[in-house]
């Protein structure tokens, strides 16, 4: 079955370092997402991104985040200056069809330091 | 601010019984209800979704829908042990197709 690659599964990293967490879609897909989790809390909608743009962002997503999908196969979630509170687990989605048909990749635990 | 409530739990129920779960959300816009379940440390993955009101059934799942009293529940029916799990309710942002509004999510504890 077709399944959504995410790497690295756990990065640590030093606070006002930038991390760069890369997934691989589902190949037909075209729509795709990023969520995270933070320990204990509910799952978060970070961005949306379509035909090759980003389609809404939340209040989470700000000028220190930014996506990429630089080779028509990854789709990479930057964060420029990591913060302690961006701790979390960060999920990538991709969809055929919108909402219908979401897959979740397996997760990057990143924690900051 | 757009709102999905669910009880935290935990649900505890013995193997074979029902376990029923239950969620409420606010924006009356939304037109697509989907559960996940979660397993400690995983990604979520999709059980069941729901668009109409009424009832739908797969397996031992059944979601149910009151758009009237923005509700949405699961039932689980013949409870394993393996499906003890956060079951997390999400709800699109008032028919926009591009995110899901999520609530936190009940703990189910399925006791052999």
Same mark, same amino acid.
């Given at each position: 079955? %077709?399944?959504?690659?995410?790497? %690295?599964?756990? &990065?640590?990293?030093? +606070?006002? &370092?930038?991390?760069?967490?890369?997934? *691989? %879609?589902?190949? /037909?897909?075209?729509?795709?997402?990023? =969520?995270? &989790?933070?320990?204990?809390?509910?799952?978060?909608?970070? *961005?949306?991104?379509?035909?090759?743009?980003?389609?809404? !962002?939340?209040?989470?997503?700000?000028?220190?985040?930014?996506?990429?999908? %630089?080779?028509?196969? /990854?789709? @990479?979630? !930057?964060?420029?200056? @990591?913060?302690?509170?961006?701790?979390? +687990? =960060?999920?990538?989605?991709?969809?055929? &069809?919108?909402?219908?048909? =979401?897959?979740?990749?397996?997760? @990057?635990?990143?924690?900051?330091? | 601010?757009?709102?999905?409530?669910?009880?935290?739990?935990?649900?505890?129920?013995?193997?074979?019984?029902?376990?029923?779960?239950?969620?409420?959300?606010?924006?009356?816009?939304?037109?697509?209800?989907?559960?996940?379940?979660?397993?400690?440390?995983?990604?979520?993955?999709?059980?069941?979704?729901?668009?109409?009101?009424?009832?739908?059934?797969?397996?031992?799942?059944?979601?149910?829908?009151?758009?009237?009293?923005?509700?949405?529940?699961?039932?689980?029916?013949?409870?394993?042990?393996?499906?003890?799990?956060?079951?997390?309710?999400?709800?699109?942002?008032?028919?926009?197709?591009?995110?899901?509004?999520?609530?936190?999510?009940?703990?189910?504890?399925?006791?052999?």
């Amino acid at each position: 079955e %077709p399944e959504v690659t995410q790497t %690295p599964s756990h &990065q640590v990293t030093q +606070m006002g &370092q930038e991390v760069i967490l890369r997934c *691989v %879609p589902i190949s /037909n897909h075209l729509y795709f997402y990023w =969520y995270r &989790q933070i320990l204990g809390q509910k799952v978060e909608f970070l *961005v949306s991104f379509y035909n090759n743009e980003i389609s809404e !962002k939340s209040e989470i997503f700000d000028d220190q985040f930014s996506v990429e999908r %630089p080779d028509g196969s /990854n789709f @990479t979630l !930057k964060i420029r200056s @990591t913060k302690l509170e961006d701790s979390a +687990m =960060y999920f990538c989605a991709s969809s055929e &069809q919108g909402l219908v048909g =979401y897959t979740f990749g397996s997760g @990057t635990r990143l924690t900051v330091v | 601010q757009k709102e999905v409530e669910q009880n935290s739990g935990p649900l505890s129920v013995p193997e074979g019984a029902i376990a029923s779960l239950n969620c409420t959300y606010s924006d009356r816009g939304s037109q697509s209800f989907f559960w996940y379940r979660q397993y400690s440390g995983k990604s979520p993955e999709l059980i069941m979704f729901i668009y109409s009101n009424g009832d739908k059934e797969d397996g031992r799942f059944t979601a149910q829908l009151n758009k009237a009293s923005q509700y949405v529940s699961l039932l689980i029916r013949d409870s394993q042990p393996s499906d003890s799990a956060t079951y997390l309710c999400a709800v699109d942002n008032a028919g926009n197709n591009r995110k899901l509004i999520w609530g936190l999510g009940t703990s189910l504890a399925v006791n052999p």
